[in-house]
């Protein structure tokens, strides 16, 4: 068979959350996956029986429910200031779907796509799969990962057809100031190209409150903002996302996306609707209770030996950097796993600028997260 299968595809990597380690530890801490362990809001689920019981469960509008399309319109002028007409919005099965149909809306062969490095991991594999070059701007530690705009000006030239904008950031938890994303925006117009803004992170922003990019973009001529409500939400396993962005994009979008799976199942829509209007009172307490672990793990983390941690300021991701003599990261996180039965993420799973560090996701309770980071801080290796 696998003559068969095109050559882009034939040897792809495993996962790096391929194994379930649940199987192996009878006591394991799972810092790997970046799924929240709270449960969607019961009124949101009471929503999606409702609406199916209500005879609402045939195909949906491919662009998206029309409540729904209303309902991010909304949010979009009450929350941000943006003024949005349904039109201009498209759901999609998830945020990760809406980066695809961006991609592959946008890029010609060979078309470049600038990606702040350390990246969410798909970033570099969808560029690819819609015909474009990835070319990575590295963030560093030492500058709180975050951009510098001069330097990231630099790396365009005629080739470049946009930049991809994640924060607050995973897998770093850097948020940038409205003074940078204002900076990359100006730079966008100056040199004729897109951003595209993986708006996913926006209720997890610890000092200051998210400023979308769109927002200086009043045509929608540069900027594409996609949001989702799977982190700030926790609504994972729903798989429920939004694009925001020009008609003649949305057009083009809603094309490829009947082709994949022509249109997001209505009980996913219907839920939708009802948890935007009550985001007052539901996501109010999640950013707060995930704040607190990483305050919690930030503390933790602070007193290892052969550990830097820059102060979490957005997500609920910890990208530390670990220096342990005599090893590499990889090393060190398989220690981790086997002494102390808590899963970890090598940082190079997010691009060579995360070599040396790994990322930890507090998705879960202050009790798990003292009780993993009793057993790490135990190992011999954090002991020298």
């Known amino acids: 068979m696998k003559k068969f299968i095109r050559e882009k595809y034939r040897d792809v990597e495993e996962s790096i959350y391929a194994v379930d380690y649940s199987e192996i530890y ?37 662009q998206g429910y029309i409540g729904l399309r209303k309902a ?20 999609t099965m998830s945020g990760t779907e809406g980066m695809f149909l961006i991609l592959q809306a946008l890029l010609e062969e060979g078309d470049e796509v600038i990606v702040p490095s350390p990246y969410f991991s798909v970033y570099p594999d969808q560029v690819d799969m819609a015909g474009g070059k990835t070319v990575f701007y590295d963030t560093k530690f030492e500058n709180d990962f975050d951009i510098i705009p001069s330097e990231l000006e630099k790396l365009i030239n005629e080739k470049t057809k946009a930049i991809i904008i ?49 927002k200086w973009d009043k045509n929608f001529d540069r900027v594409i903002s996609i949001s989702s409500m ?30 994949t799976v022509y249109a997001i199942p209505t009980i996913c829509q219907y839920a939708g609707v009802v948890g935007i209007e009550n985001r ?39 990208f530390p950097k670990i220096s342990v003599p005599g090893m590499t990261t990889d090393e060190v996180v398989k220690e981790i796993l086997e002494k102390a039965h808590v899963n970890l993420i090598d940082g190079k799973a997010f691009g060579d600028a995360g070599d040396g560090f790994i990322r ?9 997260i003292n009780e993993a980071f009793d057993r790490i ?7 020298k």
Not at 47 to 58: I, K, L, P, V, W
Not at 234 to 259: E, F, P, Y
Not at 377 to 383: A, D, G, N, R
């Open 26 to 62: 009878d006591d394991f801490i799972n810092f790997g996956v970046g799924d929240p362990d709270l449960a969607t809001d019961e009124t949101i689920i009471k929503e999606a029986y409702d609406s199916q019981m209500a005879g609402h469960t045939h195909y949906a509008d491919p």
């Open 72 to 91: 991010i319109a909304d949010f979009y002028k009450e929350d941000f200031g943006v003024a949005c007409d349904p039109d201009e919005v498209m759901i």
């Open 166 to 214: 994640n924060t607050p950031n995973n897998p770093t938890g850097a948020v940038y100031s409205d003074e940078i994303l204002k900076e990359i925006y100006d730079l966008a117009v100056k040199h004729d190209i897109l951003v595209i803004c993986d708006d996913i992170y926006t209720i997890y922003s610890y000092e200051s409150a998210f400023t979308p990019m769109i």
């Open 230 to 259: 799977s982190k700030d939400y926790v609504m994972t396993g729903w798989r429920l996302g939004a694009i925001v962005a020009h008609k003649d994009l949305i057009k083009s979008m809603t094309s490829i996306h009947t082709n």
């Open 280 to 318: 007052k009172r539901i996501c109010p307490p999640l950013a707060e209770e995930y704040k607190e672990r990483m305050y919690l793990a930030y503390d933790r983390l602070k007193n290892l030996n052969h550990v830097e941690v820059m102060r979490p300021k957005g997500t609920f991701y910890i």
């Open 360 to 368: 930890i996701a507090v998705t879960v309770n202050k009790d798990r």
């Open 377 to 383: 801080e135990k190992l011999e290796i954090f002991q």
